[in-house]
């Protein structure tokens, strides 16, 4: 199949295909005389993987990890549990922020009763007030960072 047949199947956009490729987490494939791209089976279930791992909130370097022992299956599998156990943490931690970001939100809302002029806002004057403190909180080194945690010293990315 064609990238497009194998984006269709694995319901992935076709530049973020390609871009698994350029990560190293899919394959190099075999090329038509008219160098298109032909993909097979093995394609779509690794991509299928790899989409079921980020879909996990897993960087690519866990993917990759997890992808390496995949292609290796008589290794010990407690790294596997180890990489496990440490993102269960990273969504822990990100359980705890996303209730604080949705109190923050339930806050901000409730300072407004939804009638009377834009100027008299109770939201719009908390996010004034609070984007004039936020960057005192930064300085301090407190940041929103969320959706990215490091995995083997990379950032996360796409």
Known sequence: ???????????????????????????????????????????????SFVRHCRRLDMTLEEVRTLLRFKDSPPQDCSVINDLVDEHIKHVTI????????????????????GVGTVEACGVLSGLSRASLVEPAIQALGEHHVHGSHKASGQRRSK
């Open 1 to 47: 199949m064609k990238i497009g047949e194998l984006s269709k199947a694995t319901h992935t956009q076709v530049e973020t295909i390609r871009y698994y490729e350029r990560e190293g987490l899919l394959p190099q494939t075999d090329r038509t005389e008219g160098n298109y791209r032909v993909y097979g089976p093995a394609h779509v279930e690794r991509l």
């Open 94 to 113: 990100r359980i705890k922020e996303l209730k604080s970001l949705q109190k923050q939100l339930l806050d901000l809302r409730n300072s407004c009763a």
